[in-house]
């Protein structure tokens, strides 16, 4: 079936290989200014940082890139060779197409793991803040406890919130280790019906997080399963269990913490201030870092009284996000300049958690005053300070950590600071419900029918989430703000999450200005429209792309295309809704991919898995998984060839779901399903 309008279009690279990365020697790679500002001073004083690092990498091994390196068992490593001899297989017999289709699924399962092991994480405070066990934790938004529970089948009458939290927390736990068949509650209540039955017929509905990833990873076990296209299915069963795993996360994170409406902050590393204690939460889970925020603000004094002006708070990754979300704490940069925020040499304390927490921030570290904080048993750094961080114990906890950076503001002083003063404005903030009540100011009785309406009618031409990560394989940011830019350039209403928000809120791209700079006239008329119909609750204007939180919170992103689903009375792969991960990186990018691949969104990825060794997984990738579940993988690492992919497939969603619908006034029947 064709996958866009425009024949010439194809779901393989533009680029070939060899010519993906440009310059891969020369370390400026980024179009940040406060980062180019801090790698001109890294090459002035010998610092070593990722953009060193990758360069010293290069070329990297074409076998482990196209993933046709093996290294499941300690027989190998096996390369597998061209032709038809030996070393075409490896020394089990596996093929290209097994080993790459084990190699990817494993990825995916390590994704899965690392969500929805923070998601557990979230669940047990939950619940114990429930069961009156956490003094420094309770239920904040008891409308989301009670909208949670309903649509989980679970009654609020008669019950306190706290009760009623307790048995949503075990809920939730038992889609970690149900042992029946039955499929994961949070699946199974926040999909379509037809993705439902869709995911029932291909037997890929997970049953339990865990027992999905255990069974994963038995099926890539060498001499288990040597069937590409039947491994790929249980990775996406896999993509799935992480998808449940997010929304766990955001939903359970909501309850504990307020779900976040529209803030007003800023972006890049001009937020951090010299004369400020300045403390950074970098990782992913909010736990820690909510409480970090909450108690700063108690703590002013004790700064004051060590000579400074008060307690900087800022972000990295998606701790930084999930902070910026709810408490509008402003973020400091994303994942490939966490080491430059060190070099500024005014960071008192970084406090991490867990994932995309670069092992070198401690060597960094030594080279100024920064203290590096770890805080979970599972992520700790040679050399670093590790408070051991329960939730008991949680605001003692976080007040050590800020006495720290009070201390290492002390020693700092006499030091030389170069700070960059470049920051941008940012309006961020929207859960899926913050959304619905901008659009609700519209039309209140169906709120998502003003999206799904401007969409049919062409003013927009659909809806892409722009997630994940930085990838020094392109250059650092630039897939991000190419692609999003083409996209509000031709009426698409973006939305986002991850590294991907926080590119966009360094450049600018959150604030209202970049409306009237980027926007097309379509996309420029609905946002007015919905300024207008709210400016009694937004005083600061709406911007051009929405932040939607953290990687878990693209769970936020599926609830909108759910919704528009539902309006449009279709399932999900007919919804003119497209994902796209500029500059993907980690296992997590992966799990992410397959999950929204399997939901039925046409996927970009914008920076290549290791799947190019096997055209067989690679057809499976981009041609079957399309014709099976309607979403496929658009694999492109030029982003304005990535951008004309992504509108040709809305295009081509939007023009075939007017077809269908006229086709079915016309002869007055159901609603083609196909897709």
Same mark, same amino acid.
């Given at each position: 079936?064709?996958?866009?309008?425009?024949?010439?279009?194809?779901?393989?690279?533009?680029?070939?290989?060899?010519?993906?990365?440009?310059?891969?020697?020369?370390?400026?790679?980024?179009?940040?200014?406060?980062?180019?500002?801090?790698?001109?001073?890294?090459?002035?004083?010998?610092?070593?940082?990722?953009?060193?690092?990758?360069?010293?990498?290069?070329?990297?091994?074409?076998?482990?890139?196209?993933?046709?390196?093996?290294?499941?068992?300690?027989?190998?490593?096996?390369?597998?060779?061209?032709?038809?001899?030996?070393?075409?297989?490896?020394?089990?017999?596996?093929?290209?197409?097994?080993?790459?289709?084990?190699?990817?699924?494993?990825?995916?399962?390590?994704?899965?793991? &690392?969500?929805?092991?923070?998601? !557990?994480?979230? #669940?047990?405070? $939950?619940?114990?803040?429930?069961? @009156?066990?956490? +003094? %420094?934790?309770?239920?904040?938004?008891?409308?989301?406890?009670?909208?949670?529970?309903?649509?989980?089948?679970?009654?609020?009458?008669?019950?306190?919130?706290?009760?009623?939290?307790?048995?949503?927390?075990?809920?939730?736990?038992?889609?970690?280790?149900?042992?029946?068949?039955?499929?994961?509650?949070?699946?199974?209540?926040?999909?379509?019906?037809?993705?439902?039955?869709?995911?029932?017929?291909?037997?890929? &509905?997970?049953?339990?997080?865990? !027992?999905?990833? #255990?069974?994963? $990873?038995?099926?890539?076990?060498? @001499?288990?399963? +040597? %069937?590409?296209?039947?491994?790929?299915?249980?990775?996406?069963?896999?993509?799935?269990?992480?998808?449940?795993?997010?929304?766990?996360?955001?939903?359970?994170?909501?309850?504990?913490?307020?779900?976040?409406?529209?803030?007003?902050?800023?972006?890049?590393?001009?937020?951090?201030?010299?004369?400020?204690?300045?403390?950074?939460?970098?990782?992913?889970?909010?736990?820690?870092?909510?409480?970090?925020?909450?108690? &700063?603000?108690?703590?002013?004094?004790?700064?004051?009284?060590?000579?400074?002006?008060?307690?900087?708070?800022?972000?990295?990754?998606?701790?930084?996000?999930?902070?910026?979300?709810?408490?509008?704490?402003?973020?400091?940069?994303?994942?490939?300049?966490?080491?430059?925020?060190?070099?500024?040499?005014?960071?008192?304390?970084?406090?991490?958690?867990?994932?995309?927490?670069?092992?070198?921030?401690?060597?960094?570290?030594?080279?100024?005053?920064?203290?590096?904080?770890?805080?979970?048993?599972?992520?700790?750094?040679?050399?670093?300070?590790?408070?051991?961080?329960?939730?008991?114990?949680?605001?003692?906890?976080?007040?050590?950590?800020?006495?720290?950076?009070?201390?290492?503001?002390?020693?700092?002083?006499?030091?030389?600071?170069?700070?960059?003063?470049?920051?941008?404005?940012?309006?961020?903030?929207?859960?899926?419900?913050?959304?619905?009540?901008?659009?609700?100011?519209?039309?209140?009785?169906?709120?998502?029918?003003?999206?799904?309406?401007?969409?049919?009618?062409?003013?927009?031409?659909?809806?892409?989430?722009?997630?994940?990560?930085?990838?020094?394989?392109?250059?650092?940011?630039?897939?991000?703000?190419?692609?999003?830019?083409?996209?509000?350039?031709?009426?698409?209403?973006?939305?986002?999450?991850?590294?991907?928000?926080?590119?966009?809120?360094?450049?600018?791209?959150?604030?209202?200005?970049?409306?009237?700079?980027?926007?097309?006239?379509?996309?420029?008329?609905?946002?007015?429209?919905?300024?207008?119909?709210?400016?009694?609750?937004?005083?600061?204007?709406?911007?051009?792309?929405?932040?939607?939180?953290?990687?878990?919170?693209?769970?936020?992103?599926?609830?909108?295309?759910?919704?528009?689903?539902?309006?449009?009375?279709?399932?999900?792969?007919?919804?003119?809704?497209?994902?796209?991960?500029?500059?993907?990186?980690?296992?997590?990018?992966?799990?992410?991919?397959?999950?929204?691949?399997?939901?039925?969104?046409?996927?970009?990825?914008?920076?290549?898995?290791?799947?190019?060794?096997?055209?067989?997984?690679?057809?499976?990738?981009?041609?079957?998984?399309?014709?099976?579940?309607?979403?496929?993988?658009?694999?492109?690492?030029?982003?304005?060839?990535?951008?004309?992919?992504?509108?040709?497939?809305?295009?081509?969603?939007?023009?075939?779901?007017?077809?269908?619908?006229?086709?079915?006034?016309?002869?007055?029947?159901?609603?083609?399903?196909?897709?």
């Amino acid at each position: 079936m064709p996958r866009f309008r425009e024949t010439t279009l194809q779901s393989t690279p533009s680029v070939p290989r060899k010519e993906r990365i440009k310059d891969p020697k020369d370390i400026m790679r980024s179009v940040d200014p406060a980062a180019l500002y801090m790698l001109e001073k890294a090459k002035d004083q010998n610092l070593i940082s990722s953009y060193d690092r990758f360069a010293a990498q290069q070329p990297q091994c074409a076998f482990g890139y196209e993933g046709i390196c093996c290294r499941i068992c300690f027989q190998g490593p096996c390369r597998i060779k061209p032709g038809d001899g030996p070393g075409s297989k490896g020394i089990c017999g596996a093929t290209a197409y097994t080993i790459v289709a084990r190699n990817i699924a494993r990825m995916m399962a390590g994704g899965a793991s &690392a969500h929805s092991d923070h998601g !557990r994480h979230i #669940v047990h405070a $939950l619940l114990h803040a429930a069961e @009156g066990k956490l +003094a %420094d934790f309770k239920v904040t938004d008891v409308e989301k406890l009670n909208r949670v529970a309903e649509r989980i089948g679970i009654s609020a009458e008669g019950k306190t919130e706290n009760e009623l939290a307790v048995e949503v927390s075990k809920a939730a736990l038992e889609d970690f280790g149900r042992q029946t068949d039955e499929p994961c509650t949070w699946l199974r209540t926040t999909i379509t019906d037809g993705r439902n039955k869709k995911f029932a017929d291909c037997c890929i &509905a997970p049953t339990a997080i865990d !027992r999905s990833v #255990v069974s994963l $990873l038995h099926q890539t076990h060498i @001499g288990t399963d +040597a %069937d590409p296209v039947n491994i790929i299915f249980g990775g996406l069963k896999c993509g799935l269990a992480d998808y449940v795993g997010m929304h766990i996360s955001t939903d359970l994170s909501d309850v504990l913490f307020g779900t976040p409406k529209p803030v007003v902050t800023e972006a890049n590393l001009g937020v951090i201030k010299e004369d400020k204690v300045n403390v950074i939460v970098h990782g992913h889970n909010p736990i820690l870092s909510q409480t970090v925020v909450n108690v &700063a603000k108690e703590m002013e004094a004790e700064a004051k009284a060590a000579g400074a002006t008060g307690i900087q708070l800022s972000g990295i990754c998606c701790t930084g996000n999930e902070v910026l979300m709810r408490s509008g704490v402003p973020i400091a940069t994303n994942f490939s300049s966490q080491e430059l925020a060190i070099m500024t040499g005014a960071v008192d304390v970084m406090v991490v958690d867990v994932q995309c927490i670069m092992p070198s921030v401690q060597a960094v570290a030594e080279c100024f005053h920064t203290k590096i904080v770890t805080t979970m048993d599972i992520s700790k750094i040679p050399g670093a300070h590790h408070f051991a961080f329960d939730e008991e114990h949680a605001v003692e906890s976080a007040k050590a950590v800020i006495r720290l950076a009070i201390e290492g503001y002390k020693n700092r002083q006499g030091m030389v600071c170069d700070i960059p003063q470049i920051k941008s404005k940012v309006i961020a903030g929207f859960s899926v419900e913050a959304i619905v009540e901008l659009l609700a100011a519209i039309n209140p009785e169906t709120p998502i029918k003003v999206l799904t309406d401007a969409v049919e009618a062409g003013e927009l031409a659909g809806v892409a989430l722009l997630c994940g990560c930085n990838n020094l394989e392109s250059v650092h940011d630039n897939n991000h703000l190419t692609i999003a830019r083409e996209l509000t350039k031709n009426n698409v209403f973006v939305v986002t999450t991850g590294c991907s928000a926080q590119a966009l809120a360094k450049a600018g791209m959150m604030a209202p200005e970049a409306i009237e700079e980027y926007a097309g006239e379509g996309l420029k008329n609905f946002l007015k429209r919905l300024a207008d119909a709210n400016q009694d609750k937004l005083t600061d204007g709406l911007p051009l792309v929405f932040h939607m939180g953290s990687c878990v919170d693209n769970s936020r992103a599926h609830d909108l295309s759910t919704l528009m689903a539902k309006q449009l009375n279709v399932d999900t792969p007919k919804v003119p809704f497209v994902a796209s991960a500029p500059e993907a990186m980690s296992e997590k990018a992966v799990s992410i991919g397959a999950g929204a691949v399997a939901m039925g969104y046409p996927t970009h990825v914008g920076t290549m898995p290791p799947i190019e060794g096997s055209p067989l997984v690679f057809g499976i990738a981009t041609q079957i998984a399309s014709d099976v579940y309607g979403g496929y993988f658009i694999f492109e690492t030029d982003p304005m060839v990535a951008a004309a992919k992504l509108l040709a497939s809305l295009d081509n969603r939007t023009w075939k779901l007017g077809i269908h619908k006229k086709t079915a006034e016309k002869y007055e029947t159901q609603l083609c399903e196909n897709y």
